[in-house]
């Protein structure tokens, strides 16, 4: 049960994720390794509401999770169709390579 672990862990594994997922983004330049930062950041966003949803006894942040979650796989499916397009174009899914595209 969430009651057994103090909230405090919650909190601090969550923003450890969360940093992690940000640092990802800020420093790799390969595209999926990129978004898969980005479902890490949205994944520690979510156990966070989890948390707060069941310490305050209210299900409306596990309702938001179940949203969040819809989201984020059609981001998914959304960028990954866009990351084959374009390593079907290019030969790369280096974002310094991808740079050069723009006009």
């Known amino acids: ?11 601090l594994l969550s923003s450890l994720l969360f940093s992690i997922g940000v640092l990802g983004v800020l420093f790799r330049r390969n595209a999926i390794i990129i978004f898969m930062c980005i479902e890490l950041m949205l994944n520690a966003v979510n156990l966070l509401l989890v948390a707060y949803s069941n310490y305050h006894g209210d299900a409306a942040g596990q309702i938001l999770v179940f949203f969040i979650m819809a989201v984020a796989a059609a981001e998914v499916a959304v960028g990954l169709a866009i990351l084959t397009m374009i390593y079907r174009n290019t030969g790369s899914v ?3 390579f991808l740079n050069r595209l723009k006009w």
């Open 1 to 11: 049960m969430l009651s057994a672990v103090p909230i405090e862990h919650y909190i």
């Open 94 to 96: 280096d974002i310094n």
